[in-house]
């Protein structure tokens, strides 16, 4: 496999797809030089300057809108046009591993706080990332911790840490969540937005948002909480709740669960016991840190196998975010958005509606951003691939090619792309560039129904226009969108 070859899966599974700009970018750091760039992101600026309030906002009213919905739709729109790729990758599978659900946390702010804990640990310390998101407004309220205090312990939260977030089933026993329990009564909820009553949250939220002040906070009441010695995994003493997220984030069983799951995430389904016990042990090694599995796992041999290189099914975020991404919108999507603006300023129209697309598209193929269906999180691989999400999957080419509204601008940009990067003179040359924007290789057969399909579409002259190009690129994409081949990443 060449260098180029090379990049491709690696921006495939690292973020959410290749764009030729990135892989001609990335090409002349070579392999060692593009995983650099991925893992050290934060020497990299994110290039998302959009603030989360902008989308509370409506054109012509004063009123904030904090739902957990629209700050879904801010959170799609920074998957799409991140320059860290790797970090909102790794932020969307710690929250499908750490899974909280904006259903019942009901406020916006609170999900987007929880969301940006697992941002800033996406490749740090475990044991940490584990016990700050445990403090969150959103996952006290998710697991009832809010309402846990010594008389009445509440089991959720220690339950779901043992069996979900760390070491799985079978490697705890029911005595043990109930003395795990007692270490985290205490904390509550503080809803500041609400102290002033209730004429006044609309002033507050104003407050908070310009002030970065928490609008609901976390709150410890020592007097509530059960500090008496308890007994966890064979371990008696005072323990804190500190201590025994600690204890349970650096249990053999946790290294192993985990860094299965991050293969799978990155690599392939099952892996092979001797790829886990690696990982394992480097995930010990480097005291329960992230990074150095993530880099292991891209130096793997595995990982460049045969078995790996689009053997993963694309989940709805590979499938929606990659399209919109390989398309190469970032600059076209920040023009959209005045140069000077405040967080009161409301998401220009079309922006919002991309990311309303973005979000609606995912959620259709089953994948609710914010909204987990319960606190497993979602079922992956084989899962996305059911006759209604590959039919969601062929209807998105009419959403991409804006098929009945071609005077808009995403298919004129599609369009003059296509024009601009591959000077078309035949169908087959429009098929080859679209095939090569969306990363997919066909055989030679597969390649003559798609020309086939460009062709009577009207082929490269039917670009000229806004029409003909929504028809064409809708007669390419539908095909390829359906495809088996583009299922896989």
Known sequence: ?????????????????????????????????????LLDYDKIDEGFPISQWEICFEPKQT?????????????????????????ENLTLFWHNHLAV???????????????????????????????QVSQTPAMLRWLDTD???????????ARELMELFTMGVGNYTETDVRQAARAFTGWSLRYY?????????????????????????????????????????????????????????????TATRTTKKLWEWFGYP?????????????????????????????????????????????????????????????????????ATTTPETPLPPLLRGIG????????????????PPDVSGWRWGTAWMTSANIAERMKFSATVCNVGNSDKGLVNYFGNKIKADYKPVTAEDVVNGICDIFDVEFEKDKLAILTKAATAAGGPHALDTPGGASNLCHAVCRLIFASPEFQMC
């Open 1 to 37: 496999m060449d260098k180029r070859r090379q990049i491709r899966h690696l921006l495939r599974r690292f973020g959410f797809g290749p764009s030729v700009a990135e892989v001609n970018s990335f090409e002349k750091l070579g392999v060692d030089g593009t995983i650099a760039h």
């Open 63 to 87: 009123d904030m809108y904090v739902d957990p919905q629209r700050m879904a739709l801010w959170w799609a729109l920074r998957l799409l046009m991140t320059k860290r790729p790797l970090q």
């Open 101 to 131: 659900s904006g259903g019942k946390v009901e406020f916006g702010p609170s999900m987007t706080e929880y969301i940006q804990v697992l941002r800033d640990n996406a490749t740090g310390h475990f044991p940490t990332m584990v016990e």
């Open 147 to 157: 309402m846990s205090e010594i008389s009445h312990p509440n089991e959720n939260f």
């Open 193 to 253: 937005i609400y102290e002033a009553g209730g004429p006044h949250v609309q002033e507050r939220l104003r407050e908070c948002a310009l002030k970065n002040v928490p609008m609901i906070a976390a709150s410890f009441a020592p007097g509530l909480c059960d500090l008496g010695p308890k007994t966890v995994l064979g371990k008696t003493g005072d323990l804190s709740a500190h201590d025994i997220i600690e204890m349970v984030s650096t249990r053999p069983e």
């Open 270 to 338: 099952d892996p092979e016991p001797k790829i886990v016990e690696k990982l394992a042990a480097t995930f010990k090694k480097s005291g329960y840190h992230i990074k150095p599995v993530i880099k292991e796992i891209a130096t793997m041999p595995e990982f460049w196998s045969a078995k790996c290189i689009r053997g993963k099914i694309k989940s709805p975020a590979d499938f929606v975010i990659g399209i919109f991404h390989q398309l190469e919108l970032d600059d076209f999507l920040a023009s959209l958005r005045p």
């Open 356 to 371: 309303y697309i973005l979000w609606q598209s995912m959620s259709q193929q089953g994948l609710e951003i914010l909204f």
